[in-house]
C-alpha cells in the first residue's frame, strides 16, 4: 500500500471552527459510533487531547469522523478556550488502497459481527457520488470478498443488504439493539403483513379462534427459535475470530451435544458394517 504520508498539519481552535470537513464517502460504509462510543471518544479527547490525527483523502474525511466531531464540541463548550490540538493528515494512495485502509483501521474498533456486516453490505452496494475520480477508479467489491475483508459469513452480509433500505432496521443494527440476522426476520416480517392482512380481510374464518390464537403463538415461537439459532450462528463466527475454528467447532459440538441430551436432536446412527 502507498500510504505515503506527510507531515500532521496542525488547526487552532478558530481554524478548526471554521474547517467544516465532511466524511468521505469511503468512511461512510462504516456504521457510526454509539452515542456511549462517541462520549468516550469525547472524553478522552477532554483528558488527552487529540492523539490520531483525522486522515483526509481528496479533501474529506477518510478516518476519524468521530474524532473531529468531537474536538469540535469540545471547542464550541469550551467558547474557544479549549485547545483539543487538532491535526489532519493526509491519505495518499488509490481509491482501493483507501478502501483497504478505512477497513483496516474500522477493524481495530473491535465491532462486533453484525457492524461487519453492515459495513461489508454498504461496501458491495454504496455507489459514490459526485465526480471525484475514485468514483471512475474504484473497482466492484463482489459480496464474496466483502465478507473475506470484514471477516463475516456471506449469509450476515446477504442479511445486511437486504435491510439497507430500511433506516429504521438499520439504525438498530448501528446502536447495537438487533443483530442484523434479527432486523433481517424483522424486515421479512413487515413485508409479509400487508400480505396477510389482506388475506385475513377476504377470507372468510374457517377455524375456531382457540385454534387461531395457538397457531400464532405458536408462530411466534418459532421465529424466535429462528432468532436465536441466527444469534448462535454470529455468536460462533465471533468466537471463531477471537479462538480459531477449532475451538469454535468444539463450541458448536457442544451446543449439538446438548440438543441430543435434551431429545431435540436425533444422535448420529452407528453404520453397520458392510
Known amino acids: 500500500m502507498s500510504n505515503l504520508s506527510t507531515e500532521p498539519t496542525r488547526m487552532t481552535p478558530v481554524e478548526l471552527m471554521k474547517a467544516d470537513l465532511k466524511p468521505h464517502s469511503l468512511s461512510e460504509i462504516v456504521s457510526r459510533h454509539t452515542k456511549e462510543e462517541f462520549e468516550d471518544i469525547k472524553e478522552n479527547i477532554r483528558l488527552s487531547k487529540l492523539q490520531v490525527p483525522v486522515k483526509i483523502y481528496e479533501d474529506q474525511i477518510l478516518d476519524g469522523n468521530g474524532r473531529y466531531q468531537a474536538c469540535v464540541e469540545l471547542v464550541r463548550e469550551g467558547k474557544g478556550t479549549f485547545d483539543p490540538n487538532f491535526r489532519t493528515e493526509p491519505f495518499i494512495g488509490t481509491p482501493e488502497e483507501a478502501r483497504a485502509y478505512v477497513i483496516s483501521m474500522n477493524k481495530r474498533r473491535h465491532l462486533t459481527a453484525s457492524k461487519r456486516a453492515m459495513s461489508a453490505a454498504r461496501m458491495v452496494t454504496t455507489m459514490l457520488g459526485g465526480n471525484r475520480q475514485s468514483a471512475k477508479l474504484l473497482t466492484e467489491i463482489k459480496q464474496e470478498t466483502a465478507a473475506q475483508l ?10 445486511a443488504k437486504k435491510i439497507l433500505p430500511d433506516a429504521e432496521l438499520v439504525t438498530k443494527v448501528d446502536k447495537g439493539e438487533l443483530t442484523v440476522a434479527a432486523a433481517a426476520k424483522a424486515f421479512d416480517a413487515k413485508k409479509a403483513k400487508p400480505a396477510a392482512t389482506a388475506a385475513a380481510t377476504t377470507e372468510p374464518a374457517s377455524e375456531p379462534a382457540k385454534l387461531q390464537v395457538d ?31 477449532e475451538t469454535a467447532v468444539a463450541a458448536a459440538a457442544g451446543v449439538i451435544k446438548r440438543l441430543q441430551d435434551a431429545k431435540y436432536v436425533e444422535k448420529e446412527k452407528k453404520k453397520k458394517a458392510a
Open 215 to 245: 397457531t400464532a403463538a405458536a408462530t411466534k415461537v418459532s421465529e424466535k427459535i429462528d432468532g436465536l439459532v441466527d444469534d448462535l450462528i454470529e455468536a460462533l463466527d465471533e468466537y471463531k475470530e477471537l479462538s480459531g475454528e
Open 150 to 159: 470484514w471477516s463475516v459469513s456471506i449469509r450476515m452480509v446477504t442479511d
